[in-house]
């Protein structure tokens, strides 16, 4: 299960095996709410709020949640597309951005992005071989070693460049637009690779041709993965590790066993509870959750998920609940599974949905 | 990369079993559109016809323009000699037709040359940077809508005195703004969109990104609104040469024969009809293409 054991050495790896690739601090982005006669600012979107966790080499970390959670703008934040308000991130070993550390532009090397949308994310008046090749040319390779690349990179992907790279976007399908995405993001050699939905827009067997493709992908080129996805069936499939975001906050975190045969945070159970099932036996009696999130602009006072939550007690609206080990842990429970919630009888709580 | 692999049919996406099937590049597919869009095609035909007449004017049009005759005033269409009459001081009309679409042609497509490189440059650079670039961009070219352009251009060439070149820079002036605007709309749409994003993420340079990715999204639609802008510079510049403060007499410009003529209007009225019709077919023809280019430009449409 511990993901790192089978990493291969990479030679740019600095921090050793146990260093994390990925450390997250304090991450945090508010987006200011603009209006009246003299445009000014008249409210703030907690769109990411204190968000701190770490990527560890070679593992796949899924993230999940509602949309509108900040899984999105977690990911814009990493690449550094938007600035944070505060926060920093280290990047095997080496913080980001500061004197002694690497740079953003060092940073986007090794960090690359697959967005949702696979046609706006291609340049509609490139063939797609140029879209692959441009970020290799403009970091100084020839144009002709460029081209060779991004060949290589759509056989990789499983489309063959004799047949397709002279193509345009608009003459691909939407699987094999993501895999000409995925190539993209591979033209730089990164080490991590931030999926942002990078399924979720694909017909379910075009999404598991694509889910093994990653799969393989990682294997072959010791990748690490940030999967960002609302689908819990894929995130389970393929993560090693899970991260539950509401509301712009981290509310649990663990291995992706534990999260799903045992999840301790109210929230994360009503997600998995509302995950449909195929199994007529199982088939979800009552609604786990009810209403829309909050809103962001004025968020719940201490835990965010209290207004929704059965449990919620009155430290629930006063004191911001951290990410800890679970109250109840046993003597088999992983230690890297946290949980934000104050009330141990909530967190126990976990045989009361029918959590398939 | 780690590993170099060829191509791997086991990971092939499912399409790949069918056979390849002939993609033309964006352009090449645009060109094949046009060709089948009958309009646009005769119109472009009357264009060239127009523009290859304006630079052999010697070859079509043996008469001086500027000889005139004291004898041969006013003739009617199809005077001998004469085909298409002469003019207040018996001019050939068709000789000054063919010398004045020179000058009308010039003083219509120099202004939006002019503009279209300003005018892109400042609207991609305002659209692309955003924020407080963008404001002050744009703020400035709201203070030149505030007057009406025809307006704008006389006060500008009565500020510089007439002829030409002065009318050609007031209406530069006066086609700045709306092709800032136009650019700083396309270039704020462009922007947004992931793929300018993704090579954000790739860190390149912010020149490379606009070369590469912004200006080949957006040039297509600022070309075709200066097409249409033509049109209108070619009225404009004639109602400038109209109220003398274009070229001056006694060069042959439609807009200024327009005016010169304007006294036979009883005396000969389809000769004096004729350099009017001349900038109303001349503009429609530009207008009409730069609708046609727009259809084959753009890729949703077509799909």
Partial sequence: MFAASQVKQDPRDRGGLAQPLLIVEGLKKYFPVRGGVLNRQVATVQAVDDVSFSVRKGEVLGIVGESGCGKSTTARLLMQLITPDSGGLVFDGDPVGGPRGISISELRRQMQMVFQDSFSSLNPRMPIVDSIAYAPRMHGLSAAAARERAETLLAQVGLNPRQYSRRYPHELSGGQRQRVNIARALALEPRLVILDEAVSALDKSVEAQVLNLLRELKARLNLTYLFISHDLNVVEYISDRVLVMYLGRVVETGPVEAIYSRPRHPYTRALLASKPTLDPDRRTRHLPLTGDPPNPINPPSGCRFRTRCSFAQAICSEVIPSLLAPVDLGADAPTDHLVACHLPEAQAAFGEHDVA | ?303
């Avoid at chain 2, 703004?177 to 790739?202: C, G």
């Avoid at chain 2, 606009?210 to 009225?235: C, D, E, F, K, M």
């Fill in chain 2, 1 to 303: 990369m780690a590993k170099l692999s060829a191509f791997d049919p086991a990971l092939a996406a499912p399409a790949d079993v069918l056979p390849a099937q002939p993609s033309p590049g964006y352009w090449k597919a645009v060109g094949q559109r046009l060709l089948r869009d009958k309009v646009t095609l005769a119109v472009t035909a009357i264009l060239l016809s127009i523009i290859i007449i304006a630079i052999f004017a010697p070859v079509f049009a043996i008469q001086d323009p500027l000889a005139g005759s004291v004898m041969r005033r006013l003739k009617p269409i199809g005077t001998e000699g004469h085909w298409l009459g002469t003019d207040e001081t018996g001019r050939d009309i068709w000789a000054r037709l063919c010398y004045g679409a020179r000058l009308s042609l010039i003083a219509g497509m120099t202004p939006v040359m002019i503009s279209l490189v300003i005018g892109g440059f400042l609207g991609v650079t305002a659209g692309y940077m955003g924020g407080l670039v963008n404001t002050m961009i744009m703020r400035t070219m709201d203070v030149f809508y505030a007057f009406p352009s025809i307006l704008l251009a006389i006060a500008i060439c009565g500020l510089l005195g007439n002829g030409l070149s002065n009318a050609i820079l007031a209406l530069s002036i006066v086609f700045i703004p709306p092709m800032v605007r136009i650019s700083e709309t396309v270039t704020t749409q462009a922007r947004h969109l992931d793929f300018v994003e993704a090579a954000r993420a790739s860190g390149t340079t912010t020149m490379q990104i606009i070369r590469y990715h912004v200006l080949s999204n957006v040039l297509g639609a600022i070309l075709v609104y200066a097409t249409s802008l033509i049109s209108l510079s070619i009225i404009l510049s004639a109602g400038l040469s109209f109220l003398g403060l274009g070229v001056t007499p006694p060069q042959p410009e439609w807009g200024l024969m327009l005016n010169s003529l304007r006294q036979a209007i009883y005396v000969q009225p389809l000769v004096a009809a004729l350099p009017g019709a001349c900038i109303f077919v001349t503009s429609m023809c530009f207008n009409l293409m730069s609708d046609g280019f727009r259809g084959a430009m753009d890729v949703k449409l077509n799909k």
